[in-house]
Each structure stands twice: as C-alpha cells, then as structure tokens.
C-alpha cells in the first residue's frame, strides 16, 4: 500500500486530534472531576495511536500508548488527575506535536521520548509520588506490557481484597474463543454482559476498549465480582456460542496476594472470609462498571461524532466566487429581457433562479470566512504554559471566537497575536506579590476579545496588569535612540506608547525567553500593516493595557450605502456613516472659506464628494437642495454632499488589482447587481 | 531557424503590434468601464471581467498617440505580467501569427511616436509586414505612471 496518498490525511487528522486533546486538557484541568472530559480525551489518544502505528510512526504510536494507559487508569477512577500528571501529559502533547510537525517536514517522526515514557509509567505505576514501588504495582505494569495474565494495580486489588472481606465471591475468569469465530468483539461483550447482570467486572486484559475494537488474539482473562457460583458461571459462559474455552477461579485474599507477587495463576480453594460489609467497596465496585458500560456506548457511538468537513484549495473556493459572479450578471440580464418579454412562464422561471442564485450567493460567500476560533483556539495552552512557568497566575477570558474572518487573513494573524499575548503575559501581567501588593486580585485577566465592525475585525488583548510606564519608555527610547530628549517632551502619551512599536525598542529589564528580546512588537506592526490592517495600545498605568489590531475583511461583504453621482455610482461603507438627510443651500455656511453645517448642534465641515472625485457630469451648485451622508472618523464627523442615494446593500470588496494602487479616497471596488464596478469611498481620506 | 513565438497581433494607429500569446489572458469586446478618479487620463477605468475588477488603459494614450473614439473592432486585451492584470483598449484584435525570435531586430530609436523602451524589437512576417513587439513590463511600469502625475500637477 501506497502510504504517500494517505499522509496528508494523516497530518491533517492528527492535527485535529492533537487540538482536541489540548482542548480537552485544558478543561480537565480546570474541572478534573468530569470524566466525560476523560473519555474524549481518550478516544482522540486512541485514534492517534492507531493512525500512526498504520502509518508505521512507531516513536507516535508508543508514546500515545503510554499517555493512553494514564488516561484509561483515570477515566476508570483509578488514578486521580494532579498537576504531576497534567505537566506530564502536556509534555507528552508537545513531544506528539513536534513529531507530527517533523512528518509534516518530510521528517521520519521520530524523536527521543525516553524521558516522558518513563515518567508516564511512573505515573501508571503509581510511584511517582512514592520513591519505593510496591511488588503489586510493579507487577501490574511488567504484566500490562508482557501482554500475559491479567495483573491488578493497587487499586483494583484493594477493590477486590474488599469484595472478598465482604463476603462476595471474585473469580479470575480465562475465556476462549473459537479460531472461526468471526465477531470477536460481540462474543467478548456477551461475555461481559453476562458477568455486568450478575456482578462487577473489575479488570479486564485487554481493556474493554481494545476488546470491543477486536483487538485480542482468542483469549482474554477477566477479574470479576459475582453473584453466581463458580459453576453456574461457567456453564453460563460456556453457554454463549463460539465460546471455545472457559477457565473460572475463585480467588481468595491468598490466592490474590499470590497472584500479585508472584505472577502466578494458581487456582486456589475457597476460605472463608466474614468480615461486616463495608459499603464503600460495593459502591466504588459498581461506579466502576457504570464508567466501563457508558465508555463501550461512548465507543460505539464515536464514528457519528466525527465532523462531516472536507479540505478545499482556496484557489478553487476563488475560481467557484468568480464564476458566481459571471452567473450573477446573466440573471440581472435574464430579469431584464423577461421584464420585457412579460411572459408568465418565463417570468416565474427567472423568478425562481433568482432565489436560488441569491441563495447560493450567501453559501458562497461564507465558504472563504473562517471563525477566529482556528487561531484562539492554541492560546489557552499557551497562556497556561507561560503563566506557569513565570509563576504568574492568569485567566484567559475569549470572546467572540466564532467571529468570522477571511481565510487568507486568519492564516497571517497567528503569530502577531502570539506575540501580544507573550507580551502581555511577560509584561503586563504583575507577579502575584505584586499583583497582592497594589491591592489586585491574585490572578490577572487577559481579555482575548474579537468583533466584527463594519469592513473591519478587530482583535482586542487586554489585560489588568501594571500598564505602560511612560518615563521608563522614554528613557528607554532615548537610550536607544529612537526619539530625542527634545522630541520625547513633545510626545502625548498616545504617541509615547506606540513608541513601543518602534524598531529595537525594549523595555524589559531583563532578557526573558518569552519576550523582551525587543522584536516583538515592530514585528507584529509591520505584520498587521501588511495585512492592510492598523494596530493601536491605550494603557492606564496600574492598570493595565489594550492592544486593539484592526483587520480589513478583505473578500468579504460589507454593508453599504450605494450613491450616484451623476451617472456614476458609488459604495460607502455603512459603518462609517452616522446618518442620511437633506440640506437647503441656504443652510450652508462660509468659515474662512471651508464650508461647514449645523448639525446636531455642532459646527462639521461639508466635503463637496462631486469634488473630491474629479465628477464629470454633477454639479451641485445647480441644486437647491443637497443629499448628504454624515460620517465619522474616530470622533471627527463630516457631511458629504452627493447627488442621489440608492439605497443599502450588500456588496463584496473587490481590490482595484496591483497595478492601480493607493489611490485617494478610493478603498476598493465591487460589483454591483448589473455587471457594473463601482468604487468604494474611503471615508476617512474625506475628513482631514 | 530560432524559436518559434506565438504572437497576437492587433492594430493601434494603424501600425500593427505584438504581445506574445502566454502573455495574454483574454481577448473582450468593449465593456462598459467605470472611471477611476485621481489617475492619469490613459487610465480609463476599471471593468468587471468575470468576478475580477481588471484595470483598463488606452495604449494610444499611454504612447502619447492621439486617442480616438472607440469603435466596433475596439478591444481590450487582457494581459498578465509581474503579476498585475491590466486591459489594454486596443482598435482591433485579429490576428495569431507564428514568428521566428531570431527575425525580431531590436527597435529604431522612434518608431511611429513610441518611445524605444517600451519596444522589445520590430519582427517581419508574412509578406513584408512589420510587427511591433511590446515590452509589457515597461508599458506597465509604474514608476513613469509616477512621473507622469508629477508631470500633469
């Protein structure tokens, strides 16, 4: 088999499956108790394994094993989740990362992951606290790897060693299954099934997971509590057909210890045991069999939950939009020559593509946008790795994840916001003494938001921390001769905090690996510059600090208000205007020769928009009444006079091409319903 | 014998010109263009060409040629280079001519009013007709489109 023609699919669906298990973690981390959150992260453990152990990534597959067996220890209430276990399997995550980055490189995916072994099956072994590891637990982990008799850890012993205190009869049970047997799995769960009605099952080998999925030779050996006698149980079993073999032990305390110490898999008499029932180990006994039971519907139900997503080049979502547009135009036609045909048929026929077109309109735009939860979603696990390891403490509040963003733009942001989340973290956020000191809380917050505005996202960080300080940035930015002392006097304090934008500027005083090395920021300016879009920081000092980027939607819809100049149209984006009215001529007045207007109890300048645009055929001094859109600039407002409105509606920015650049108070162009191009106004080259 | 190029030819002025044919995009008849304020007057516009807002220019006017009304033979002619789409209202399209690279002679220093650089080279073809070869990258060099808007203000 041709393993090339399956790798993209690989890398892709381990990516997938690595965010998810980030995901995952993170919430477990934050609310260790809730299982389900185990069975997810399992399940994806699960399918990686397997993926890379097909693909031959052997390195992949083992690792995925060990961090397998931890978690399968934990969702069966085995083992409990501490930050031992969470570093380790974080660790783990990232050594996973790093090998499917380095298949993604060309790479063989191998890597060195001795080290997060060993302390996973220290973990599996539960010595990772202890120094000394018990006989039973070593056993247990020699057993699970030789892949012979079933063993029990410490736990699981304990479970048993009660069962039998209390009187109730556990067997060591070797089941057989015929050589043409051909639903292994469905006999196994029958099996299972049968000794769940009359009891609990306490350990199987293999688990109950790799049971279901077949993947066991003929045999498997289950420790179970039951209700039964020896005998009825094994005239049960052997009842269920294709059942080649069964072996049932009564197991007693000695028998157990004997089993634990020695490997052993000596069957040995019945003793009397009669000690008060002790409810806790029936209870435990049966939470553990409910956890196995919803784990076998959760396996079974796990191929419906795979999201139904396909991968599409993005060359061809521009070629289906561009020719969506030709189609767009024939219709605008067809509406015209059916007006004028008036043939009902005809005329309904148009209608009804009409409806469909514009349906698909929607789709077809929509594909291209991607919610910015592509890129949020890997800051969680950054925050907590960088909080941690600067002894800080912080919360990452996100909102607005589903915001949508075009495809190429989503792909370019990632790192600029890395970089302010970095610096946030290293510099904004105080250290909890400090943080205790000025009368904060203990954790900071970092606010991850994003919205959209009109043509633009934005995408806000800002965190409660100690805010920028003004001296120290001047000093800085004189020592690194990027202002003079004379300039720095003059500066406002919103001009002194972009300064930390500029070029080799650093405040830190000292050099961290996290950031301070003085890149950052002018590299996240002239990233999202180059992207079209605009950044800005406003900071309160002691209290913390914002970072608001400003992202054009490029190929994407916009509102606008459509007007005609003469026989020319235009678009105006909806969010820059405040509002539409009518002047009289007499209403304008002269102010040292710039025209301005009332409104709204202000005094704002008129912009002449026939002027501004060179228009060849409106004047509109022959009016005695003008249309103006009143717009805003931050808290600057203007009328524009133009000559009729058209109306509102939905358009897609189009660029004006590479060769027609930078042209004033033109942003872009669309394609109006007709065929036509029209300009888009860019507002804010008309107020000055 | 050099290597064969694949021309199309089409007619300005009445002279007759060349763009190789990997070169060309497309071949339309006259859309309607929508003026684009603030640029030199051989800019036209820009028109919508199947979902891409294409910019046109009139090549009379960019060699400094008289411009003259469009006709019915008018077309635009898509090119693509340095990856820039550009229209080029031309009065007629009507041609695809093989020639031989080794027949293009470089350019005598006027030829009918056009500046030599924007020429790649004069070909001769067929019975004794002249072919003027452009040089795209020079036609659609936008430091002199700089220089001209300096010139007009």
Redesign the interface.
């Known amino acids: 088999m041709d393993m090339n023609a399956y790798l993209s699919m690989f890398i892709d669906e381990s990516n997938d499956h690595l965010q998810s298990l980030n995901e995952n973690l993170l919430r477990l981390e934050s609310d260790p108790e809730d299982l389900s959150i185990v069975q997810s992260i399992f399940r994806s453990a699960h399918t990686l394994k397997g993926m890379s152990a097909t693909m031959g990534y052997e390195d992949l597959a083992s690792l995925t094993h060990e961090m397998e067996n931890v978690l399968d220890l934990v969702r069966n209430s085995k083992l409990k989740m501490d930050s031992f276990i969470f570093d380790t399997l974080f660790k783990g995550l990232d050594a996973l990362e790093s090998m499917v980055q380095d298949i993604v490189g060309g790479g063989t995916g191998k890597a060195d992951v001795t080290a997060i072994v060993a302390s996973l099956q220290s973990i599996v072994k539960g010595d990772y606290k202890t120094a000394g590891a018990s006989a039973g637990a070593a056993a247990a982990a020699t057993g699970q790897t030789s892949g012979g008799a079933a063993l029990l850890d410490e736990f699981q012993t304990s479970v048993i060693q009660q069962s039998i205190d209390s009187g109730h009869n556990v067997y060591y049970i070797e089941v057989e299954i015929r050589e043409d047997c051909v639903l292994k799995g469905v006999r196994a769960y029958m099996v299972f099934d049968l000794l769940g009605k009359n009891g609990d099952i306490v350990k199987s080998e293999p688990s109950v997971t790799d049971l279901e999925q077949e993947k066991f030779d003929r045999s498997f050996t289950v420790f179970a509590i039951s209700t039964l006698s020896q005998q009825e149980l094994e005239t049960q079993i052997a009842e269920i057909s294709e059942i080649e073999k069964v072996t049932v032990a009564l197991l007693d305390l000695e028998s157990l210890a004997m089993l634990n110490n020695a490997a052993a898999k000596e069957q040995a008499p019945a003793a009397p045991a009669a000690v008060p029932a002790e409810a806790t180990a029936k209870e435990e006994a049966g939470k553990q069999v409910g956890a196995a039971r919803s784990q076998a519907a959760a396996a079974s139900s796990a191929p419906a939950a795979v999201s139904r997503t396909i991968r599409v080049d993005i060359d061809r979502l521009d070629a289906l939009?561009?020719?969506?547009?030709?189609l767009l135009?024939d219709r605008v036609r067809l509406e015209q020559l059916s007006s004028e045909i008036r043939r009902n048929d005809l005329t309904e026929t148009v209608e009804h593509m009409t409806r469909v077109s514009s349906d698909l309109q929607n789709i077809v735009l929509k594909l291209r946008m991607v919610p910015v939860d592509s890129v949020f979603n890997r800051f969680p696990r950054m925050i907590r790795d960088l909080a941690k390891s600067l002894d800080k403490k912080i919360d990452l509040v996100i909102t607005g994840a589903d915001t949508e963003l075009d495809r190429t733009v989503i792909d370019e942001i990632g790192d600029p916001l890395v970089h302010l989340l970095r610096n946030s973290v290293d510099h904004g956020i105080e250290t909890v003494e400090e943080r205790l000191a000025a009368g904060k809380p203990e954790t900071g917050t970092i606010h991850l938001r994003a919205y959209h505005s009109g043509n633009h996202v934005f995408i806000e960080v800002e965190e409660d921390g100690r805010g920028i300080n003004r001296e120290r940035v001047l000093k800085t930015a004189i020592k690194n001769g990027v202002v003079t002392e004379e300039q720095a006097k003059q500066l406002s304090n919103e001009d002194v905090n972009m300064l930390i934008f500029a070029p080799g500027f650093s405040t830190a005083d000292k050099i961290s690996d996290i950031s301070g090395r003085g890149v950052g920021l002018d590299v996240v300016k002239s990233k999202i510059t180059s992207l079209g879009g605009n950044v800005t920081v406003d900071s309160a000092l002691g209290r913390g600090t914002k970072f608001a980027v400003q992202l054009p939607l490029t190929l994407s819809i916009i509102s606008a208000m459509l007007i005609k100049l003469g026989s020319?149209k235009y678009a105006i984006p909806l969010t820059s205007i405040v509002e539409t009215g009518i002047i009289q001529k007499d209403q304008i007045l002269n102010v040292h020769g710039n025209r301005m207007i009332h409104f709204r109890n202000a005094i704002i300048p008129l912009v002449s928009l026939g002027k501004?645009?060179?228009?060849?055929d409106f004047n509109e001094h022959n009016e005695s009444e003008t249309e103006i859109v009143v717009i805003r600039k931050g808290d600057k407002w203007a009328a524009v006079t133009v000559d009729e409105f058209i109306g509102q509606s939905e358009i897609v920015l189009?660029?004006?091409?590479?060769?027609?650049?930078n042209?004033?108070?033109?942003s872009g162009?669309t394609?109006l319903g007709d065929?036509?191009?029209?300009?888009i106004i860019d507002p804010n080259a008309l107020i000055k | 014998m050099g290597e064969e190029l694949k021309v199309i030819v089409f007619s300005l002025a009445h002279e007759e010109y060349g763009i190789e044919v990997d070169k060309v995009r497309t071949i339309e008849r006259l859309a309607?263009i929508?003026?684009?304020?603030?640029?030199p007057s051989f800019?036209k516009?820009?028109?919508?060409l199947?979902?891409?807002?294409?910019?046109v220019i009139d090549l009379r006017g960019r060699f400094g040629l008289t411009e003259s009304a469009t006709t019915e033979n008018s077309r635009i002619i898509v090119v693509a280079v340095?990856?820039?789409?550009?229209g080029f209202i031309v009065d007629s399209a009507n041609d695809v001519v093989d020639i031989d690279a080794d027949t293009i002679d470089s350019p005598p220093e006027i030829v009918g009013g056009i500046k030599a650089k924007y020429l790649r080279g004069i070909a001769k073809f067929g019975d004794n007709r002249l072919l003027i070869m452009l040089n795209l990258s020079e036609v659609?060099n936008?430091n002199e489109i700089i220089q001209l808007e300096q010139l007009e203000v």
């Open positions: 939009m561009n020719l969506f547009s030709e135009i020319e501004v645009l060179d228009s060849p189009k660029t004006l091409g590479k060769y027609l650049t042209i004033e108070a033109i162009a394609i065929g036509q191009v029209a300009l | 309607p929508t003026r684009v304020p603030k640029t800019i516009g820009v028109i919508n199947r979902g891409i807002v294409v910019p340095n990856e820039m789409e550009v659609l936008k």
